[in-house]
């Protein structure tokens, strides 16, 4: 949409501050293990420590894209834009973004419809999403959070601001993309499962998972138990595990099942270490 005559107001300066840490503590309290749980998709997706981080913008109108390009691009990130809705969404199932910025009304695929594809993808379902907008009346920011908007700004946009928020977003983004490092990891690994019992050697590591170099006999969909050691770590790590994927070229792939605390705590504190900027 066009540029409106309307500007950033203090009260929605105070919205998207209060839905960024609803983001956060709302995923926690509903589902203590949705940061450390491995999705499916995670093995075919592999972030680079210390890759820019990478922004998708929609919006039909050029002239705000380019405002969007120049601030957010000024700050380090890569912007990707687009001015069709439904490129978009045929992009994000096949890209992994770091934040999706979106218009409300556009044609095709409105920033509603959008929302729910984001939030529908495998990669990209818990991204932070910026919606900016001509409307800003508080039932469409009511309706926009409901859809899963992380962000609300209002048109024109304000410069100070953008910058603003992607300083304040920053801290989802990194957290969001630890989610999905893949850390290479040569440690030996003891398996149990269903009677079988071996070792071997791991590949790589995420929060959530851990790739292994065969299978040892287990296929996809077998529930066991895992016991390795952290580097730095002391003791080792016990975790019960469900195979979500084997290939004779790349291994098994194994999803950590509802870690104790001190072993999130452990796996949070090694990625994030190792992914330290």
């Not at 990478?54 to 380090?76: M, N, Q, S």
């Not at 096949?94 to 495998?122: C, H, W, Y």
Request: hydrophobic residues 45%; charged residues 25%.
């Amino acid at each position: 949409m066009p540029f409106a005559s309307r500007g950033f107001r203090a009260h929605d300066l105070i919205a998207w501050r209060t839905r960024s840490a609803g983001c956060i503590d709302s995923r926690a309290e509903s589902d203590s293990s949705a940061r450390f749980h491995l999705p499916i998709e995670y093995w075919p997706v592999q972030w680079e420590i210390g890759m820019q981080l990478k922004v998708l913008a929609v919006d039909d109108d050029p002239e705000v894209l380019d405002v969007f390009r120049t601030v957010v691009g000024a700050l380090g990130w890569q912007v990707v834009t687009l001015t069709d809705s439904r490129a978009a969404a045929q992009r994000i199932m096949q890209e992994k973004f770091d934040l999706i910025a979106l218009d409300l009304r556009m044609p095709n695929l409105d920033g509603f419809e959008l929302t729910e594809r984001v939030r529908a993808s495998n990669s990209n379902r818990g991204i932070p999403i910026l919606m900016f907008t001509g409307f800003d009346d508080i039932e469409t920011m009511r309706k926009a959070f409901a859809a899963g908007v992380t962000f609300y700004m209002p048109k024109p946009l304000n410069v100070h601001k953008l910058r603003g928020l992607f300083k304040a977003a920053r801290g989802l983004m990194l957290r969001e993309r630890r989610r999905y490092v893949r850390l290479p990891l040569r440690q030996s690994v003891t398996c149990h499962s269903g009677g079988k019992r071996f070792t071997v050697r791991s590949v790589d590591l995420g929060q959530g998972g851990i790739l292994l170099e065969s299978s040892g006999g287990l296929v996809t969909g077998d529930i066991g138990e895992v016991e390795f050691a952290l580097p730095g770590v002391s003791g080792s790590l016990k975790l019960m595990v469900k195979v979500v994927r084997t290939a004779a070229s790349e291994g098994i792939a194994l999803e950590f099942i509802d870690p104790e605390p001190s072993e999130r705590a452990a796996l949070l504190n090694y990625v994030t270490l190792k992914t330290k900027e």
